[in-house]
């Protein structure tokens, strides 16, 4: 059963990278043709930027939270995930 999770989790995983492909298609379509280097970019430098934003403020959050419960980050990163999937329908 935890094989399956496993697996599962890796499926899922690896479709941020088709998602983020699909997003960057849909910003070069809204920029004229001398802009796309811009977008590019700006893209590349949230995308870092978020993961280390991500990965100090989840530890910030288990480090708070382990008493209580050691899990609860990884509840709190569903409901986060899940707004974005609210938001588009």
Do not use: D, Q, W
Not at 18 to 42: D, G
Not at 64 to 86: D, K, N, V
């Amino acid at each position: 059963m935890i094989a399956f999770f496993f697996c599962l989790a890796v499926f899922i995983g690896c479709l941020f990278f088709v998602v983020m492909a699909v997003l960057r298609s849909h910003l070069t379509k809204l920029v004229n043709e001398t802009e796309f280097a811009l977008v590019f970019i700006a893209t590349g430098i949230v995308e870092t930027l978020g993961s280390y934003v991500v990965g100090i403020v989840t530890n910030a959050i288990y480090a708070r939270t382990i008493e209580i419960y050691p899990g609860i980050i990884f509840f709190i990163l569903a409901i986060i995930g899940i707004i974005p999937l609210a938001i588009n329908g």
